[in-house]
């Protein structure tokens, strides 16, 4: 984004990154008015919440499996 923001065409600065033009507008819709700072606490957050939903879908089996265990117990 730096080098279109410096003058340099969209699609020399594509070419030159080898990324199609789609990806680089659907990046500065995501990333475009952030800080390196902002980007990289954004994909930490981003790797957490992907962390924390396998861990909620791992403790929901365990959940569904111990309570379908004791429902055949009684």
Same mark, same amino acid.
Request: proline share 0%; with cysteine.
């Given at each position: 984004?730096k080098a279109?923001e410096?003058?340099?065409k969209?699609a020399d600065?594509c ?12 990046w500065k ?5 952030m800080e390196?700072? +902002?980007i &990289?606490? @954004?994909?930490e957050?981003? *790797? ?13 089996? +365990?959940h &569904?499996i @111990?309570?379908?265990?004791l *429902?055949?117990k009684?």
């Amino acid at each position: 984004m730096k080098a279109v923001e410096a003058g340099k065409k969209v699609a020399d600065a594509c070419r030159e990154h080898e990324i199609s033009d789609a990806t680089y507008y659907k990046w500065k819709a995501k990333y475009g008015g952030m800080e390196a700072a +902002d980007i &990289r606490r @954004l994909r930490e957050l981003e *790797e957490e919440n992907r962390r924390l939903k396998h861990m909620y879908a791992e403790l929901s089996l +365990d959940h &569904r499996i @111990l309570k379908e265990v004791l *429902e055949k117990k009684l």
